[in-house]
């Protein structure tokens, strides 16, 4: 049977990871890989983690299985980081959230739970998008349509565009959004634009879904939820996936949050059926190392204080690395201008130089970035600058 088996071809990122592992130059600088890392160059475990491991490790007595939806505090808390503590959606009864295997399991069970409801149902992602996101939403069989979202020549997003789309989007499509911090881009919807969209799905019928990786992250921990909890007050139905893998650095311990916002109680409790289900199907229970951390962390105010200002910490050096890289390289010979880099958020932002200068800066001086020149902002650091800038200016001249 294997022997049908042909070999996949190997995801470029993971392909670029390999190369910089590799190459044995002192002063390489990887820029693809989509983690957080700070000034050292290393990807850290929070101090407010360590000590929700240590509590955990002294007061944790089983580990027996959890439930199906996970654990009941982690859920709890999710909602009110995701939607505000006082959201008055949360006294409705209208949500119903489970506790999922990060950020991509998140959107896979949502994904599922779509298909439950509409067995044709179609989902619009923007382009470009996270390129997990095609296989993850249509692996599940959902049909892919897509919108326009960003100009990389202009290096903003195409709103008028994508709202000419969105205005043709049948009644009970689906749309992708992401909450902040555009994963490639950089370029996030600002409270206008989430506005308009929120009114345009309530009078087209479509219904959003979320897709919140890097909370905290971009604008700040509200500021950047602003979208999801216009949303979550305006309409009858969203879906809402979130990650803990980045705002919390729990990358390997697979921590993340499914929601379903219905227009009624008794229809949420159908949805949590009906979720639950999907769960048993692919995964049974949830992981729970992560999330039982995240619960200790967020349900008690000294680790949420000590989390808030780590998270504030990660979220104003990827700003100032935003200013220092742009502050370095705008006096160019080529006279390329780089200033959406300092006015977008979170991790990502596109560096726009063409393929052959990209191949330059991989071949000539070690710099390793993803093909549609995605550069991961957080892998820029004191040590790092100098060099990196001075090579990117010296590719384009
Ligand atoms: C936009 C977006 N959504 C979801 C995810 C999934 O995150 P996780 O690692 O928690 O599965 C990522 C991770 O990079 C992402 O960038």
Known sequence: MFENLKPTKTDPILGLMAAFRNDPRKEKIDLGVGVYMDDSGHTPVMTAVKSAEARLFDEEHTK?????????????CMMKLLLGDTHEILKTGRVSTLQAPGGSGALRVGAELILRAKTDATIWIGTPSWPNHVPLLGGAGLSIRQYPYYDTNLQEIRFDEMMETLKQVPRGDVVLLHG????????????????????????????????IAYQGLGKGLEADAYGLRTMASALPELIIASSCSKNFGLYRERTGSISFLSDSSHQAEIVLSQAKAVARQMYSMPPAHGALLVALILDNETLRI???????????RIISMRSVLVD?????????????IERQSGMFSFL?????????????????IVSSTRINLAGINSDNIDYLSESIKSVLS
Not at 64 to 76: A, E
Not at 306 to 316: A, D, I, P, T, Y
Not at 334 to 339: C, E, M, P, Y
């Open 64 to 76: 027996s299985y959890q439930s199906i939806p996970g654990d009941s505090l982690y859920n709890d």
């Open 180 to 211: 902040c911090c555009h994963n490639p881009t950089g370029a996030d919807l600002d409270p206008t634009h989430w506005d308009e969209i929120t009114e345009l799905a309530l009078s087209k019928g479509f219904i959003p879904f979320i897709d």
């Open 328 to 340: 370095r390289i705008k006096n160019n010979s080529a006279g390329v201008n780089f200033d959406h």
């Open 306 to 316: 000590q989390w808030q200002n780590e998270l504030e910490q990660v979220r104003c």
């Open 352 to 368: 726009g130089i063409s393929a052959v200068q990209l191949e330059r800066l991989r071949k000539d001086y070690g710099i390793y």
